[in-house]
């Protein structure tokens, strides 16, 4: 029975892993990345120009703690380079005002596009992943 348990539990040990490792990955990450994901989506659906720039200027400010973290060496260039084409985009738009508004908004979906691809270039796969547990696993 013992020797049972102790054959599965690498397995167990390496399962548990990948079902925590998004986590792990993301890390302090991934609260920045909800909070600018609230704030596009507030920019979006807001009608008051003044709401619209404050979140704007809420998502710059987490945008640019994002910019801060500290990426894999192999993620890196290419997630720096994603939240830069953002800044400079998002940086780009002028106030908003009653009048622009709903330009604003359109431009701003454009730069959800960027999320959405970006996200597909950086976002590891399940192989990727499993080799990862086993290289730190092993210390390698």
């Known amino acids: ?83 830069n084409k953002v800044k400079s985009q998002l940086g780009r738009l002028p106030k908003a005002t009653s009048t622009n508004l709903s330009q604003l908004q359109n431009q701003l979906r454009e730069v959800d596009q960027l999320r959405v691809e970006y996200h597909k270039k950086v976002k590891p796969g399940v192989f990727e992943l499993l080799l990862d547990t086993f290289k730190k696993a092993l210390n390698l």
């Open 1 to 83: 029975m013992l020797s049972k348990l102790l054959c599965k539990t690498p397995i167990l040990l390496l399962l548990l892993s990948l079902l925590t490792i998004d986590t792990a990955i993301a890390g302090p990450l991934k609260p920045t990345m909800k909070a600018m994901r609230l704030h596009y989506k507030q920019a979006i659906d807001t009608q008051d120009p003044a709401i619209f720039n404050d979140k704007i200027a809420q998502f710059l400010s987490e945008l640019e703690t994002a910019r801060a973290y500290n990426f894999s060496p192999e993620r890196k260039a290419l997630s720096l380079e994603g939240l």
